[in-house]
């Protein structure tokens, strides 16, 4: 795990960018909830961090696809991929990501 902001420093439902060990990734916070996932859309390599969060999940700002924030899966098009979803902890204030495994 690798400690990238502290919790304090995310908007809640606000896409954030990091980059950890040399990944591109977006954290969403919900409420004391962080959900870490590979920042491109496996549609049109676009940074899911310029999108907002949707009732569907993180939607991609070009062409709409959303991305479930646990499971990386789109559930709406065009995209048909899921994007890789990282495991998170939060120690101390200190929000932590591990990119060498994912939950997908």
Same mark, same amino acid.
């Given at each position: 795990?690798?400690?990238? *902001?502290?919790?304090?420093?995310?908007?809640?439902?606000? $896409?954030?960018?990091? !980059?950890?060990? =040399?990944?591109?990734?977006?954290? +969403?916070?919900? =409420?004391? !909830?962080?959900?870490?996932?590979?920042?491109?859309? /496996?549609?049109?390599?676009?940074?899911?961090? !310029?999108?907002?969060?949707?009732?569907? =999940?993180? !939607? *991609?700002?070009?062409?709409? /696809?959303?991305?479930?924030?646990?499971? =990386?899966? &789109?559930?709406? &098009? $065009?995209?048909?991929?899921?994007?890789?979803?990282? &495991?998170?902890?939060?120690?101390?204030?200190? +929000?932590?990501?591990?990119?060498?495994?994912?939950?997908?």
């Amino acid at each position: 795990m690798t400690p990238v *902001c502290a919790l304090s420093e995310l908007d809640d439902g606000k $896409p954030r960018a990091v !980059e950890v060990g =040399g990944v591109a990734v977006v954290l +969403v916070r919900q =409420g004391d !909830e962080v959900h870490a996932l590979r920042d491109e859309c /496996s549609h049109a390599a676009l940074a899911l961090s !310029e999108g907002e969060l949707a009732r569907k =999940g993180l !939607e *991609c700002w070009l062409h709409g /696809s959303c991305f479930d924030l646990r499971t =990386g899966a &789109p559930s709406a &098009p $065009p995209a048909t991929e899921p994007v890789d979803v990282y &495991p998170v902890s939060i120690v101390d204030d200190q +929000v932590h990501v591990d990119v060498t495994t994912t939950l997908n």
